[in-house]
């Protein structure tokens, strides 16, 4: 029984389609591993800039700390960066006197209207009456 030309044909197809298919996959496979790569060391070099940056932030702070008691003096070459500090500090220690006040402000507020409501109903003004 010879094979169908047609039929032989159709499965020649098939198989030419299967293989690019698997060849498509792995391709597709090596694409993706290769860029699962590339997000794994973009993570881990985001990381560790978060680390240096911490590291640098904590050495700042240590030094700026050492110049202010005295034990440390830098060139004049860091008088404007430590002059940006200090007006730095400056505002934020002004912005936190302001926010202490204004929490002073409202914790007398409430003590007034404490007092006020605990003294009684008796407030000299005549209750309005409700109409029927």
């Not at 298919?21 to 978060?50: C, G, N, P, W, Y």
């Not at 960066?81 to 002073?104: F, G, M, N, T, Y």
Request: hydrophobic share 35%; charged share 30%; proline share 2%.
């Amino acid at each position: 029984m010879a094979a169908d030309p047609k039929q032989s044909e159709t499965l020649r197809q098939i198989q030419e389609a299967f293989q690019s298919a698997q060849s498509q996959m792995t391709q597709l496979r090596q694409q993706v591993e290769k860029h699962a790569e590339l997000a794994r060391a973009k993570t881990q070099h985001d990381f560790i800039q978060k680390e240096k940056e911490r590291a640098l932030r904590e050495l700042g702070e240590a030094v700026f700390k050492q110049v202010q008691k005295g034990k440390l003096e830098l060139s004049s070459t860091f008088a404007p960066l430590l002059k940006a500090v200090e007006q730095v500090q400056q505002k934020a220690e002004a912005q936190a006197r302001e926010i202490s006040d204004l929490l002073q402000e409202g914790e007398e507020t409430a003590q007034r209207l404490k007092q006020k409501n605990a003294g009684g109903t008796n407030s000299g003004v005549a209750s309005r009456t409700k109409k029927l």
